[in-house]
Each structure stands twice: as C-alpha cells, then as structure tokens.
DNA sequence: TATTGTTATACTCTATAACTATA
DNA sequence: TATAGTTATAGAGTATAACAATA
C-alpha cells in the first residue's frame, strides 16, 4: 500500500532530522527540547502554560525547563499587567542569538541534503509538507 | 529563499509526528527512544555496540534502555557465538507484537493527514522523502 | 471555587569515567 | 593492548500530586 510507504519515509525521515536538531543542540548542551523552546520564542512571548500546551507537556515540567535556560541567560520570565498569576516567558538578546545562531546550523546542516533536490522538487515537497501536516492526527 | 521555507517545512513536519510518535508510544509509557528501539529491532538482531551507534547514543546509554525493555520483557539479551563479549539484542514475541501493534497506531495516526493528498501525490512526496533523505549531513 | 504556576518526588534518559571479561 | 559491555555517578527531562497566590 502506498500509504505504508508514505508513512515509513515520514519516520524516517523524522527521525534523521531530530538527529541533525540533537547533534546541533548537543554541540551547545542544550537538548531537543530546549532547542525548540529557543525556537518557538524567536517570534512569540508565549505565558508558562501556553508554551506548555504547545510543547504537549506538563506545566510542571516546563517549570524545570524555564529554570534551567533562565539560569543560563537565554530566557526571562516577565509579569503579565492583566493578571497577576501569569508568567509570560521570552527571549534574552543572547538566548536570541544563540537561537538565531544555531537555526542558522539547521539550514546548513540540511543544505546538503536539500541540495539534492532541484528548485522545482523543493517547492513541490514544501507544498507537499504543508498540505499533509495542517493539523495531523 | 525557497531552501529556508523547505528547511522549516522539515523541521515542522518532524516535530509533528514526534509529537505522534511520543503520544502513542506514552499510552503505552514508552518513551520515543524505546518506540525506536522496539521499530528497529522489528527485522534487525543487532550487538549493543552497533544499536547505540544506530541510535547515537552512548554504549553506556543503551545498557540502561535494554536493562527496562528487558524487564518489562519486551527485548532479550542473546550471546553471540562468535565472540563471547559480544551481547546480541532482539525482540521476544511479547516486543515484536507491541512493536507491530503500535506501529499500526502510527500509521492510523497519520492517515487523516494522509488522507489529504491523492495517490499521485503520496507517490511523489515519498519519492522526494527518500530522494532528500539519503545520507543526509 | 477555579486557574496559574511552583515545588516535592520518583523515574527515565543521557554521557563520562572506571571497571570486567574477552580478544 | 584493544574492544564489548556493565556499573557508578551526576544531571536533564518528564509526569503526578500537593501547594500558594490570584482570579
């Protein structure tokens, strides 16, 4: 069955990128993880439980997960004026940078491969990656 | 540039069906790492040297990831005639029918978004998948 | 009362270093 | 000596339950 197919080169080929995404991470001690919440921040100042459900975990864990990049200066936890229980999270200038720095690695590190394809196959797998991901199972 | 818009097409096609892959391998309180471990072993009976080099993992790391699998007897160490440092790993029947099982999850998981494509471009987007993803950097 | 976030706890995942057994 | 694997240790990631502050 072709689906079969589909759905095995779909892991797969999900499995060879979050290689590239953890070795890059790894390259700065950060996990994957923390690599996406580098990520998601470069454009969204998101509160504690937002992040947490857009993560798909618990806001306990995302707590840890706060603590130890604001630790390290590549986030911030800010008051929110609306409402005092809030915790809104964001973006330091050098957790921006490092963000910024290590997506850069991303796109090099995928360049080989993507250079495999040419400029019509790249926008067909663009369009062919947008129409199969909008909201999945 | 059209390689940033594919790069991140990648990088968010991955994180969803990690995203699939964590939930249905939690239902099962599996974490990703074992769900990869079981799919892997489906047609494989590795030495722990050469499953942590496929994973990327530590030798050390892979030691504690078989020492829960076998407990929960899902995996079994086997010795290897050949050499007697060597440790061969492989699915008991319990393993390969949980492997086999949520594997079928993952594919039912992901029809919906399959289902969104025609055959021709399901064809086409596993032929651009395999064509990218061939020893990639 | 309900919601937001943190803390305490317990377990898994991970790498490094030191070790044992075999080659 | 070198290689295969385990163990000890330490830290990160994760969820559950209990909690404090605010709504």
């Known amino acids: ?12 080929n999900t499995f060879q ?13 950060l996990s994957l993880t923390q690599l996406r919440v580098l990520g998601i921040l470069r454009d969204r100042r998101p ?17 840890g997960l ?15 004026p609306q409402d005092r229980r809030v915790v809104d999270v964001f973006l330091t200038p050098a957790g921006l940078e490092l963000a910024e720095q290590m997506y850069g690695e991303v796109r090099h590190a995928l360049t080989p491969a993507i250079n495999r394809l040419d400029p019509q196959d790249r926008d067909q797998l663009v369009q062919l990656l947008h129409a199969v991901m909008h909201s999945p199972g």
């Open 1 to 12: 069955m072709t689906s079969d197919a589909l759905v095995d080169a779909l892991v797969r």
């Open 47 to 63: 509160r504690m439980t937002e992040l947490a459900a857009f993560l798909g975990l618990d806001k306990s864990t995302l707590s």
């Open 66 to 80: 706060i603590d130890r990049a604001e630790r390290r200066g590549l986030v911030a936890r800010g008051k929110n």
């Open 17 to 29: 990128v979050v290689g590239v995404l953890t070795r890059i991470g790894a390259e700065r001690d």
